[in-house]
């Protein structure tokens, strides 16, 4: 039997069945049968709160950019270094656990539209304000800040050091997860000095 | 009056067209009709030589990634350091002078599609082979041996600094491409020294 959902739950609810459906595909792949038969209403009803397959898209790629944000939040209580170190290995368990995805946030097979392409630059923008906060930078966080385009780079340094890495047979990954992330943090500091 | 071309010359006509019009607009928005406008040919006859749009825009997508190998192909008389900084010299003026086709080949908007985010793959697996080589680390060139994933991403932090340093306004650039190459070629030297 259908439930019935006020609108908001019934959103939320079919947002959430597009990014479960996202871990094994491309957003472009999604197929709005299929999520709405998951939800168990009608190809018109999602329609109702979704008007077009692009918005839909969207908000299931806003979710997933927010999702990243959510899980890489570091626990503000501990010191800034740990709060890094946190988000750093939650930020490669994630990139792991859904390198396809990832991939295709990262890199597009957007449907021939810009959305990925926006939402991913404002998740990266929000990243890059974090690390500058937790590094004590946060006044310096303009467009031109030598010390932003330098974080901002280096998280694409460490996002394609764990997709390649991740991409690799576990047996022949040159290093474990926290050695990733050692190095990681440890090219952070070397590079600030240079900017 | 329409050119008659064999058929390589036409192909490459076509493709060069497609080039072209790349400068101005991400892949997924190039117009068929257009090219065979500019070619002078009718729709039909490009279809002709390209079965589908999509053979069509794997083949400008290819040759793009063949330009960005070519442009940025050092002289090899140089010394080997002479070399990268002059390869780097010529990246940063490529992703500059052509951002936002630049940006639609890095991150997607490939019109649901994966062909772009192979034939980016590969550029950049084609980038990476070539400065371990001028490191004298071709030996390396295993996907899991650590000096290519640090180059391999070590790649991705300069074309990351290439696209925030070319989207600034140009009185707002903290820095000359010369002394973004610089940077670049310090924090290869860096992070070598970390992996």
């Not at 800034?80 to 097979?109: H, K, N, W």
Request: charged share 25%.
């Amino acid at each position: 039997m259908r439930q019935r959902l006020p609108a908001e739950d019934r959103r939320r609810q079919l947002v959430g069945i597009g990014l479960m459906m996202l871990r094994n595909r491309p957003i472009h792949e999604l197929s709005i049968d299929a999520v709405a038969e998951e939800a168990g209403i009608s190809r018109g009803l999602l329609f109702h709160y979704f008007p077009t397959k692009r918005d839909f898209y969207i908000a299931v790629i806003s979710a997933a950019g927010r999702r990243l944000l959510r899980v890489t939040k570091p626990d503000p209580t501990l010191p800034p270094d740990e709060q890094l170190r946190q988000m750093l290995l939650a930020f490669v368990a994630f990139v792991s656990r859904r390198r396809d995805s990832y991939i295709s946030f990262v890199r597009g097979a957007a449907g021939g539209d810009n959305y990925v392409v926006e939402v991913y630059s404002e998740t990266r923008a929000s990243l890059t304000a974090r690390v500058l906060d937790l590094l004590g930078e946060s006044t310096v966080d303009q467009p031109a800040s030598p010390v932003r385009l330098t974080v901002h780079a280096w998280l694409a340094y460490v996002e394609d050091l764990a997709i390649e890495w991740s991409g690799l047979p576990v047996d022949d990954r040159p290093s474990s997860p926290e050695e990733l992330v050692d190095h990681s943090i440890a090219a952070l500091t070397t590079l600030r000095r240079l900017s």
